[in-house]
Nanobody
Framework: VQLQASGGGLVQAGGSLRLSCVGN????????MGWLRQAPGKEREFVAG????????KTADAVKGRFTISRDNAKNAVFLQMNGLRPEDTAVYYC???????????????????WGQGTQVTVSS
């Protein structure tokens, strides 16, 4: 059972990337899903999340208006569309699943139970 994230890379400031997260042995539509990131020397932080039941989303203030989370249950995948990238967005991006089906979208990394391996996003100035 694992999550596999992909789509990271090197991009110039102002550019776009689309991250993908696929569940292997894990049916993602029964989990609330999140994207979190960790920059060197910094704590892991919430970027965006999508609720399992109604598809509602939550986005961190730092990326609001630039990043969009979505899911495709038919593909068993969750995506993070990142536009207007900035050097401060440079980090390893992780997708994660929250088993708790009652609470709203979690913003703390501690609420997520299953993690992917991470994909590096580097934004040059």
């Amino acid at each position: 059972v694992q999550l596999q994230a992909s789509g990271g890379g090197l991009v110039q400031a102002g550019g776009s990337l689309r991250l993908s997260c696929v569940g292997n042995g894990l049916t993602l539509d029964t989990y609330s899903m999140g994207w979190l990131r960790q920059a060197p020397g910094k704590e892991r932080e919430f970027v965006a999340g999508i609720h399992w039941s109604d598809g509602s989303t939550k986005t961190a203030d730092a990326v609001k208006g630039r990043f969009t989370i979505s899911r495709d249950n038919a593909k068993n995948a969750v995506f993070l569309q990142m536009n207007g990238l900035r050097p401060e967005d440079t980090a390893v991006y992780y997708c994660a699943a929250d088993r708790d089906t009652i609470v709203p979208i979690a913003t703390s990394p501690y609420n997520y139970d299953i993690w992917g391996q991470g994909t590096q996003v580097t934004v040059s100035s």
